[in-house]
């Protein structure tokens, strides 16, 4: 059940483009410097092994490291994971995470707990539950 199977190419106007090494896309064209400044970062993340820019719709999960990239100014993407909770604050992108991600959080330490369960009512970030069909489709990509 691959999403980008049936893809086909498109035409974009005249952007600003980055080559990644790790997209389905031989192109990722940005509609500012900021995306091309987080496609850049999650290229270059050890942790990421694959990733896509939405051209549909602009919805994203954040996983537990985003939550800690956020508040860890040592870390590279630091500063691009601040904006891009920024953007999404301001209804540009729509931000989701998992019920298992907030168990996470919840487990953290505090101040940190809190500081990043606070992170999901400032952005408007919504949680997504486990149901039958996110079980089946797992099953089905972890065969």
Do not use: W
Not at 11 to 25: A, C, E, H, M, R
Not at 31 to 54: Q, R, T, W
Not at 94 to 111: D, F, I, M, R, W
């Amino acid at each position: 059940m691959n999403a980008y199977k049936n893809m086909r190419p498109f035409v974009v106007k005249d952007q600003n483009y980055i080559l990644p090494k790790k997209s389905v896309f031989n192109k990722i064209i940005g509609d500012s410097g900021f995306e091309l400044e987080f496609a850049a970062f999650l290229d270059n993340c050890h942790d990421v092994i694959s990733f896509a820019k939405n051209y549909i719709s602009i919805k994203f999960y954040i996983e537990t490291t985003m939550f800690n990239y956020y508040f860890d100014n040592e870390r590279d993407g630091h500063v691009a994971t601040i904006s891009m909770f920024e953007a999404a604050s301001h209804g540009k992108y729509e931000g989701y995470t998992s019920e298992y991600v907030l168990l996470e959080l919840k487990n953290a330490h505090e101040p940190k707990r809190s500081n990043m369960l606070n992170l999901i009512d400032k952005y408007n970030i919504k949680t997504l539950y486990l149901t039958i069909e996110i079980e089946q489709l797992a099953t089905f990509i972890y065969k």
